[in-house]
């Protein structure tokens, strides 16, 4: 594949891209194959080491905004024939209730790790704040010269301390997780729009 023809595949799979950021990427991949090739590279042999056409817009893409992608890809192609309109109109009661009903468990069950992931930091503070009390404890205790009542509350108080140390370290890579995990399914999400855009090429 030559400078022309990279390019050309380039520009067709950034159909997601305003023109202007569109322009500026074909410039910018021009002038790195250009490079390239006053190293003493052939056309094809920068094209290669640059990477597949596919390959650099499908990362451009995913840093593009998920509202941008679907917004694109639900565009229609083609104008829509009447009893297509009709059609959809009349379904829309039941796909568009669907759509509501998944997005909103989805939504649901997100929120909800959340809040179990909220109450196990709110557990783990209420502990902390028990092993504080567990040391006031053992000082009233001693002005009042009851030496095994206060052994026992620093006792209780280092013990809630403990856990709650440990359930702090664990919430927290919970969270480090959770957050991850949804980057991954936002990505995930994207490449779909992204793969039906170049399925839609290919035909």
Same mark, same amino acid.
């Given at each position: 594949m030559n400078k022309i =023809?990279? *390019?050309s595949e380039l520009e067709k799979r950034l159909d997601c891209v305003c023109k202007e950021e569109r322009d500026k990427t074909l410039?910018?991949?021009?002038?790195?194959?250009? =490079?390239r090739v006053e190293d003493g590279l052939t056309e094809e042999q920068a094209v290669l080491e640059i990477g597949t056409p596919q390959r650099i817009a499908e990362q451009i893409? *995913? =840093?593009l905004? *998920?509202?941008t992608l679907v917004k694109n890809r639900l565009k229609p192609k083609r104008a829509l024939g009447v009893w297509e309109i009709i059609?959809?109109?009349l379904g829309s009661p039941i796909w568009l209730s669907l759509m509501i009903a998944a997005v909103a468990v989805v939504i649901s069950l997100y929120a909800v790790l959340w809040a179990v992931l909220v109450v196990f930091y709110a557990v783990g503070a209420s502990l902390a704040i028990g092993g504080l009390v567990g040391v006031v404890c053992l000082v009233v205790y001693l002005i009042q010269a009851n030496v095994g009542a206060g052994l026992f509350m620093l006792g209780a108080g280092l013990v809630c301390a403990g856990i709650a140390a440990l359930m702090i370290v664990v919430n927290n890579l919970v969270a480090k997780g959770l957050v991850k995990a949804s980057k991954a399914i936002f990505i995930?999400?994207?490449s779909c729009f992204i793969k039906?855009?170049?399925k839609y090429e290919k035909v």
């Open positions: =023809d990279f *390019l410039v910018y991949y021009g002038e790195m194959i250009d =490079d893409m *995913l =840093d905004p *998920l509202k059609l959809i109109v995930g999400i994207k039906k855009g170049v």
